[in-house]
């Protein structure tokens, strides 16, 4: 049977056109640290905390992986010989990658910096047996509770009634922190940091339009992110030289619209 491109055309149209991977937004609930004042190494960042996670930081994630699954299986033999068969027993979520803009500020990175202190304390400036500034203990390890939150990720699913596709990584936590390349030849660029997270399991629901009572707000909420974090992406692919005074002052003025204080 020979290729009828207007038969591809109305498959794809019966289910709703294909995805398109750039409509996404991640949230990240403040992890409970962020709440503690008791002097030690789990005082958390309050000022930081809200501000963080409701205006800053879904603006500036510009990767993220939705998590996968693999099955786990063990050998079996059914009469003690013969073929190997398998069996599963289990599955297995493989880490989350996550890509974020770093502002000037260094928000991000002291977000998770902090963050991952708060599993590990890494800080070393009292010595190996002294207590760092903040009152913690070279590797010593914080508590499973206190690190872990929600990491959310949405999308825009271009189906009928623009439906959105919630993907909630419960008990999350950064497990990497990659490193900051600079290059001085790097005029047209944005400096960008890598996070793995790794977590207990993951859940996925869909938003409708016509839903329960709220779900309409919800979705237009959603959507309205959607269209918020769209002009910023335009804006920071846009970012190049400034060729004088006024055009720094305007991409300035351009990047400070789209991302809230």
Same mark, same amino acid.
């Not at 949230?27 to 905390?49: D, R, V, Y």
């Not at 599993?119 to 913690?136: D, R, S």
């Given at each position: 049977?020979?290729?009828?491109?207007?038969?591809?055309?109305?498959?794809?149209?019966?289910?709703?056109?294909?995805?398109?991977?750039?409509?996404?937004? =991640?949230?990240?609930?403040?992890?409970?640290?962020?709440?503690?004042?008791?002097?030690?190494?789990?005082?958390?960042?309050? +000022?930081?905390?809200?501000?963080?996670?409701?205006?800053?930081? %879904?603006? !500036?994630?510009?990767? =993220?992986?939705?998590?996968?699954?693999?099955?786990?299986? *063990?050998?079996?033999?059914?009469?003690?010989?013969?073929?190997?068969?398998? &069996?599963?027993?289990?599955?297995?979520?493989?880490?989350? /990658?996550?890509?974020?803009?770093?502002?000037?500020?260094?928000?991000? !990175?002291?977000?998770?910096?902090?963050?991952?202190?708060?599993?590990?304390?890494?800080?070393?400036?009292?010595?190996?047996?002294?207590?760092?500034?903040?009152?913690?203990?070279?590797?010593?390890?914080?508590?499973?509770?206190?690190?872990?939150?929600? #990491? +959310?990720?949405?999308?825009? /699913?271009?189906?009928?009634?623009?439906?959105?596709? %919630? #993907?909630?990584?419960?008990?999350?936590?950064?497990?990497? !922190?990659?490193?900051?390349?600079?290059?001085?030849?790097?005029? /047209?660029? #944005?400096? +960008?940091? *890598?996070?793995?997270?790794?977590?207990?399991?993951?859940?996925?629901?869909?938003?409708?339009?016509?839903?329960?009572?709220?779900? !309409?707000? &919800?979705?237009?909420? *959603?959507?309205?992110?959607?269209?918020?974090? %769209?002009?910023?992406?335009?804006?920071?692919?846009?970012?190049?030289?400034?060729?004088?005074?006024? /055009?720094?002052?305007?991409?300035?003025?351009?990047?400070?619209?789209?991302?809230? %204080?």
């Amino acid at each position: 049977m020979s290729f009828n491109v207007n038969e591809f055309q109305a498959r794809l149209n019966a289910v709703g056109g294909l995805q398109k991977p750039n409509l996404f937004y =991640v949230e990240i609930a403040p992890p409970p640290w962020m709440f503690k004042n008791n002097g030690g190494f789990l005082s958390g960042l309050a +000022t930081l905390g809200s501000a963080l996670n409701n205006t800053t930081l %879904r603006f !500036l994630c510009s990767s =993220v992986n939705l998590p996968g699954i693999s099955t786990l299986f *063990a050998d079996v033999k059914r009469q003690n010989y013969g073929p190997i068969e398998r &069996r599963a027993y289990g599955v297995v979520f493989p880490n989350v /990658d996550t890509v974020f803009y770093v502002d000037n500020a260094n928000t991000v !990175l002291r977000f998770f910096h902090k963050w991952m202190q708060n599993i590990v304390q890494f800080n070393t400036e009292g010595g190996e047996l002294g207590a760092t500034g903040n009152g913690g203990y070279p590797f010593e390890v914080g508590y499973y509770d206190d690190y872990v939150t929600t #990491v +959310t990720i949405y999308f825009l /699913d271009e189906t009928s009634g623009f439906s959105l596709r %919630r #993907v909630k990584l419960n008990e999350a936590y950064p497990i990497s !922190l990659g490193d900051v390349s600079m290059n001085w030849s790097s005029n /047209d660029e #944005v400096a +960008t940091v *890598a996070s793995s997270f790794s977590y207990r399991n993951f859940t996925t629901d869909w938003l409708e339009p016509a839903g329960a009572t709220g779900g !309409l707000s &919800r979705f237009l909420s *959603a959507l309205d992110k959607f269209q918020q974090i %769209r002009t910023s992406v335009s804006t920071l692919g846009a970012l190049r030289a400034p060729t004088s005074v006024a /055009d720094a002052v305007n991409l300035v003025s351009n990047v400070g619209a789209v991302l809230p %204080r």
